[in-house]
């Protein structure tokens, strides 16, 4: 992959913005159980971060895709997973099918406003009964003149209980399965809309995660995004951006874990010296770093497939399904190492242990993962 000198400047600016503005809050934000994307997201539209590819007639900065894979790699060093996720949730996962298909009008009206920062967004599939199994979702989206009447629930809805509009996923006519659906714009004061449960996690606590519910909510049709009926087929379109950053990110948080265990076990000493000099352990660590390369190398490839304009659906999967397992084995090795101290909530190994777990359920689970890719490769009957 090609950097240029461009590229390399804004590197720096991201990590310098994350290093000024977003490490020193993070144990504040991780207590709180939420940051406040109100707050920083205005600063992030400053520095162009919100919008990267997006058209600049909407605010956008029209950067190629190099630029969101080093946004990612750089997010992705930031103490604790829940703010770089609410970041990409905005970015890579509730607007690409808006600013890919919506009309102008809704562009000017909700993506504009969200590459500012003045909007905050979520992205609305997941429901009590299905997560996995999109197809089953069974929220209601029924047409009453030139509105929508909306009802059903949505469950572990990222940024909900601070997202000004919903990209929400529902059932928009009587067909089963995969037909029928549609992406709809819903601003969460619309009458009807509300936040039944701020939900308490294992991990990412800095990020906000809700159940929301929806009665009679009424909205314009005019809301709907692209094509009426074809909400899943974009959606799956959505998905290979939400696949594709959670790759990207985990380069730079696996990156960072191992630097930072490194210069632990480099002052940590037992039996008379320095942990780091127990082949056990650099062979750990660097069996590590050897499948970060492989990931970020992958990543790359994945990148430029994007930027030639070709379908990444199959390396958007590898990315995700291989990076949620480095994550987690990463998060396991370096508490290991840590000893005692990586246990306790003061280290940083407590908090990454936890986030890493969720690599590999949200946004397509391993086993989906591997579901696409044995279809793919023709492992069925
Ligand atoms: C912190 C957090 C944030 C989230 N944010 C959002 C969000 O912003 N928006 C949103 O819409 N959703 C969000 N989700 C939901 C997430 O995408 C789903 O949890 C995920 O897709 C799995 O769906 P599920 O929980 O219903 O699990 P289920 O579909 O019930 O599956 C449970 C487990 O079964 C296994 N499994 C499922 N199907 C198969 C199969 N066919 N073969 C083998 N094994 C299988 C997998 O291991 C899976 O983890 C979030 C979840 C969490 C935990």
């Known amino acids: 992959m090609q ?3 461009e590229h390399h400047a804004f590197r720096r600016t991201v990590r310098d913005f994350v290093e000024a ?3 020193p809050h993070m144990d504040e934000w991780e207590a709180a159980g939420m940051f406040p994307a109100h707050e920083l997201f205005p600063k ?3 520095i162009g971060l919100l919008g990267l590819e997006y058209d600049p007639a909407y605010g956008g900065e029209g950067a190629d895709h190099t630029f969101t894979v080093i946004a990612g790699e750089e997010l992705g060093r930031i103490n604790g997973n829940g703010v770089p996720m609410g970041i990409s949730v905005q970015t890579n996962m509730a607007t690409p099918a808006l600013a890919r298909f919506g009309t102008h009008e809704l562009k000017q009206k909700y993506l504009a406003p969200a590459i500012a920062g003045e909007y905050v967004t979520s992205i609305a599939i997941t429901e009590p009964d299905t997560g996995s199994d999109v197809a089953r979702v069974r929220t209601r989206a029924e047409r009453d003149g030139d509105d929508w009447v909306i009802n059903g629930s949505k469950l572990y809805i990222t940024n909900g209980v601070q997202a000004d509009w919903l990209c929400l996923l529902a059932r928009t006519s009587g067909e089963g399965g995969y037909r029928g659906m549609s992406q709809i714009v819903v601003p969460t004061d619309t009458p009807g809309v509300t936040v039944s449960r701020k939900l308490d996690k294992l991990g990412n606590r800095s990020s906000d995660t809700a159940e929301l519910v929806f009665e ?3 909205v314009p049709v005019s809301n709907t995004i692209g094509e009426t009926g074809r909400g899943f087929q974009q959606q799956m379109q959505q998905f290979q951006h939400e696949r594709m950053i959670a790759a990207y990110m ?3 948080s696996v990156g960072h874990a191992l630097e930072r265990t490194r210069d632990y076990l480099k002052q940590r000493t037992t039996f008379g010296k320095p942990l780091i000099e127990n082949q056990w352990i650099q062979f750990k660590l660097a069996e ?7 990931l ?5 490839a994945c990148a430029e497939a994007y930027l030639r304009g070709e379908d990444t659906s199959r390396y958007a999967t590898i990315a995700k399904l ?10 396991d090795v370096c508490m290991q190492f840590h000893g005692g101290v990586g246990y306790m909530e003061e280290t940083w190994t407590a908090r990454y242990f936890r986030d890493a777990r969720l690599r590999s359920i949200g946004g397509g689970a391993e086993e989906i993962m591997l579901q696409v890719l044995a279809r793919a490769e023709g492992f069925h009957a």
């Open 21 to 23: 503005e977003i490490q």
């Open 288 to 294: 590590l770093a050897a499948e970060l390369d492989l």
């Open 3 to 5: 950097f240029t000198d």
């Open 44 to 46: 992030l539209a400053k």
């Open 250 to 252: 985990t380069v730079g």
């Open 216 to 218: 009679d909510v009424r």
């Open 322 to 331: 291989t990076s949620g397992k480095l994550a987690r084995r990463t998060a």
């Open 296 to 300: 970020r190398h992958y990543n790359y």
